[in-house]
């Protein structure tokens, strides 16, 4: 748990919207980054309309190269974002950089859930091909983190309370706007819709936690 005296990086922060919980939850201080600057303006507007721009500042940066000291924060989020990145292990190397000793990590990322099937169902790759994710190597993500400097503290499959209920819920008919034909994308044949991973039960969710040492 973070409190008042802490600053929380967000790394990948999208339009602030879960910087700002933190900050209104715990009065912690956050600095939030994306690579959007379209984001980052979107995201200082609406933490100035909360009345919490004192607390929460949103700037453009690139995740694999963190313009920040060394040990400048105390914790660290990553939502639904080291899955759009280059290198995982390059960010979770800037990651150790910027926490300070103690200092506590916490993300989430996709996978491949056990048993693997091969080949890998169709859905998956289009699912990654179309919004640029990549799925990580769960097996080796313990081995990832030690060699990134940072220490497992959990790692939690949240499958079920995550994607496969987003799914379901995004794949529930909407009257005349639930499907890409209606929206009028006939020829999009490799255009995801969320009903296409509708029981694909190998596509994962994981929750890291971690720690520098
Ligand atoms: C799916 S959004 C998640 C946003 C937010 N964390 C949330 O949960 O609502 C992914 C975010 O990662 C950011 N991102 C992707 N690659 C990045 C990079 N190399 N450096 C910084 N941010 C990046 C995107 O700009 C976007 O803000």
Redesign the pocket.
Known sequence: MVGETDHVL??????G??GLRVVERTGARLTG????EE?VKTANRLAEEAGRADRAVFRR????ELPFEDGSFDAVM????II???DREQVLTEVARVLRPGGRLVLTDVFERAPRKTPRHPSIDKFCRNFMVTLADADGYVAMLHRAGLRLRGLLDITEHTMQRTFEELARPVEGADRPEALGQTNLPDLFHPSDMLGVDEFGCLLVAAVRP
Request: include cysteine; aromatic fraction near 0%.
């Open positions: 967000d790394l990948g922060c999208g339009v919207g879960p980054i994306s690579i959007s984001q940066a690139d995740a694999m990553a939502l639904e974002s759009h990145m280059p």
